[in-house]
């Protein structure tokens, strides 16, 4: 029987191994073939527009009787929208995940955590929806601007749209922190807060890097919340005027598009592609750096 019963378990265990190999193998494929997708859909408009026109450029103009397809304000525009998204988002949710993780009772951790739940389950355009009808109108009274619809406003409901992601997984992080960490040091005369910030945190720091990136990938690729509060204006980007996105820009024109336009589209996804993916190879590169000097 037991001769039996150890053969099951190797056969289930070799069964789950073919699934999950083969399950990952496919990922890896849909993965690999976006990339070559992008590649070759948007290299050719590059090289027919030239590479120093389309990333430098700072006139776009598609429809135009002498179309223009510079693409540096959406470029800038995305930058400087995902970096205010951080710089405001990051904070409330790094210290949004001490307090939860470390701090609150489990009473307010019973009410708080379903509604941060609740927060990242709600569909972007209802953040763009609700942004459209209150923070809009609110900037441009607040500020006395004929139109509300800026990066200003972008950048605030990125910042709200990231608070989950930093939240959820830095919780995460910092609960994985062994307790002997916080036990030693209160027992060397540390209080409780220098104990969160001095050891849990710098303990915790590669979940909250992950967190950090998590909303990174989350801003610069968001498309339909931003087109309904940016104004969706092919400008430099300026805090207090109408500004189109990366993204928004392909989502804006891909349905109308045709010939050179829709090609310079797909140079924009594939520009976008590049910047997720270097993010995401800067996150790698050190984390690896940190597990290496924890050893």
Request: hydrophobic share 55%; aromatic share 8%.
């Amino acid at each position: 029987m037991n001769l039996l019963a150890k053969n099951h378990k190797d056969n289930v265990e070799t069964i789950a191994s073919t699934i999950f190999l083969i399950l990952g193998v496919i990922n890896i494929g849909f993965v690999l073939l976006i990339c070559v997708y992008l590649v070759i859909a948007g290299l050719p408009a590059i090289i027919k527009i030239g590479p120093i026109d389309f990333l430098f450029g700072a006139k776009w103009a598609s429809t135009a009787a002498e179309p223009q397809f510079g693409i540096l304000p959406f470029i800038l525009t995305s930058i400087y929208g995902t970096a205010g998204a951080i710089v405001i988002g990051l904070p409330l949710g790094f210290f949004t995940a001490v307090y939860l993780a470390k701090i609150a009772s489990k009473k307010v951790r019973y009410v708080i955590e379903p509604l941060i739940d609740l927060l990242a389950g709600i569909p972007s355009v209802v953040y763009g929806f609700i942004g459209m009808l209150v923070l809009v109108p609110s900037i441009r009274s607040l500020f006395s601007l004929p139109d509300g619809a800026s990066l200003f406003a972008a950048i605030i409901v990125l910042a709200v749209m990231i608070l989950p992601s930093i939240i959820k997984v830095s919780i995460t992080a910092l609960e994985a922190v062994p307790q002997e960490y916080e036990l030693g040091s209160l027992a060397l005369g540390a209080n409780e807060i220098e104990t969160y910030y001095r050891v849990v945190v710098p303990a915790a720091k590669s979940g909250i890097a992950a967190a950090v990136v998590l909303g990174v990938g989350r801003a610069i690729g968001e498309a339909m919340a931003v087109m309904m509060v940016a104004g969706n204006a092919a400008n430099m980007p300026s805090l207090f005027e109408s500004v189109r996105f990366l993204t928004t820009a392909v989502a804006s024109e891909m349905s109308y598009s045709s010939g050179l336009q829709r090609e310079a589209l797909f140079s924009i996804a594939l520009v976008l592609f590049v910047f997720i993916m270097m993010i995401n190879a800067t996150l790698n590169v050190l984390l690896k750096r940190g597990g290496v000097k924890r050893k």
